[in-house]
């Protein structure tokens, strides 16, 4: 009932378009943005996972944000995947801007990213992992125990060992918090 | 007497029912097995423990099953509550950490409901979202939902977190509204202790308290802190006190558990659960108006 299929992607990018060349598609559930965004990125879309922007009131709480320039092949391609989104809204007005999932936190030893609901913590000076807080999907514990105390190159992915939104989210935060140390 | 209803997340963790006890500062012994203390239903038993040792309580009663979120040992451990709650006699019953599952929600709701007394009942986490889900929100005493929890029960139209607007993005500008909408839609318990910058202590859709201090900002990143407050709030609820007043010394005692534990944000769940002791005796020495 709460798990979802995490799809392996490959993640190759296009040129990333201008903010005023964007658009979002809207989904009714969580679950679908993140196999519609499995499915695009595995054919090399470069779309990103964000927040929805104020301007918009129906859907979850992700949307993806797109080329709008490819709309019509990408709607062509979710509807053939059975995932349609509930709207495809162009990025023309500051209220329709989607809104970033992460935030970061500096502690001065430590280093605190939170993506949507979960915040991942690390020993800047050691990359350990210190510490996972947020959620209450059932499992949200055992995601903090196999990855707490370990380095970030070693803890297992919240994406491969998760089954809940929590566990989505959570490889987000993994994933920006990683981005950022390799800067 | 307390029991607790909740996971390990240790798929090898068997089934098991008895008493819990604490060994040392860090472990939790039930029927022999050792289980850390650490984020989930084992913080909140932890809490409960060094709660009571300031409560005069008894040992709490156990019933764990090892899920790593995949929901086999949840529906086994339903299975057994369905057999054996009608005999017990219990207080209080917690549900924490378990797969939400609609239909076995119900038949362990039935096998409440066959108790010779029925106890006082509070569900957090993925039970939680299985009483909201059923419907039958209502035959709660407490629930313990963070903002983003309570985003879905406010949320009258879904069918699941999936698809609510603000389960992961947290609102928390508009927990009035939402704690008022839960409730006028009879998704909430009739009493909610929300966890988050803010605890929000509710009845029948009232916010009658609100506490915010002390704030240690380290403690954003301890994970399982939301579980010590439950735990809190269920050892309190256990000595007979209102629901209002065990919600806010829980609150108050939890924040107090952070602050005296001057956590840094490596700090664990059991560096807080361990000044519990001292917290709760000063959170229940400060006297608010009764409510």
Redesign the interface.
Known sequence: ???FNFFKSKDKTRKTPCPEDLGILVF????EVIQAENLLKSRGWAVKVM??PPGIQS????VIQFPLIEHLVLMRQLTEAGIPPLEMVPVTDPLLKP?D?FHT?D?G??L?VRA????L?I?KETKII????????????????KM?GNHLDQAPRPGK???????Y?LELAYEEINRQCSQ | MLAIVG?V??ESFPLVQGPICLKGDHTLVIDGIQVPV????PALAGAVLRAGEVLGLDLPQGILVG?????HG?RRLYDHLTQTLPEMGLSTLVFH?????VDWHNKVLFAVDAMAERPRLIA???F??AAKMSGQALSYDLFT??V??LSFLADETAP???????????QNNQVPDLIARACAHKNGARHLLVKGRCDYVVRDGKILARVDQPAA??M???????DTLTGLAAALMETGRSIPEAGRIAALANRLAGALASP?????VVDIINQIPAALTRAIEIQEPSI
């Open positions: 009932m709460f798990g009714e559930n969580t679950s927040g929805p859907g979850c709480d992700l809104v999932l936190k502690f030893a430590y605190m949507a609901n979960m915040k913590t020993e210190v510490n996972i807080s947020g959620g209450g999907c059932p499992d949200v514990p055992y995601l903090a125990r707490v060992i998760g089954h809940t939104l929590c566990g989210a | 996971t997340p240790d650490n984020r989930g239903t899920d790593i979120g995949r929901g949840s950490y378990l797969q939400p599952d957090d986490a993925g939680m979202y939902p963070d983003g929890e699941h977190p999936f698809y609510t607007r603000g389960f992961i993005l947290h900002e380290a954003e990143a301890v994970g399982g802190t939301g840094d944000p490596a700090s664990q």
